[in-house]
């Protein structure tokens, strides 16, 4: 039901976008979010947007990088990345949880999840 696509490999200093688009079902009244995880590593949050789109959350240690976004009449979710680090390889998930207004940071807060992306930054 979440689609997630627009990884790939890229050099340190560059750009991608990544999409995660609804199937299905609609998403609306949904929160969405990004997370990540890195071989070896737990699961981490990235990023996360409200229903419709007026909330946003990031995790600190991105440092501005990145920007989430929806575009709800195509029911998709963009996360926009630039200036891609090496530590920024991993691969990564959206997700979805039914509420409105508000954002959530714990993967354990979503009921939905896309199949992930690969993101590989090289130095």
């Known amino acids: 039901q979440l689609q997630a696509s627009g990884g790939g490999l890229v050099q340190a200093g560059n750009s991608l976008r990544l999409s995660c688009a609804a199937s299905?079902?609609?998403?609306?009244?949904?929160?969405m979010g990004w997370f990540r995880q890195a071989p070896r590593k737990e699961r981490e949050f990235v990023a996360s947007?409200?229903?419709?789109?007026?909330?946003?959350y990031y995790a600190a240690s991105l440092k501005g990088r990145f920007t989430i976004s929806r575009d709800n009449a195509k029911n998709t979710v963009y996360l926009q990345m630039s200036d891609l680090e090496p530590e920024d390889t991993a691969v990564h998930y959206c997700?979805?949880?039914?509420?409105?207004?508000?954002?959530?940071?714990?993967?354990?807060?979503?009921?939905?999840w896309g199949q992930g992306t690969q993101v590989t930054v090289s130095s």
């Open positions: 997700a979805a949880r039914r509420a409105a207004g508000i954002v959530f940071s714990t993967a354990a807060s979503y009921d939905y």
């Open positions: 299905g079902r609609t998403f609306s009244t949904y929160g």
């Open positions: 947007i409200s229903w419709p789109g007026s909330v946003t």
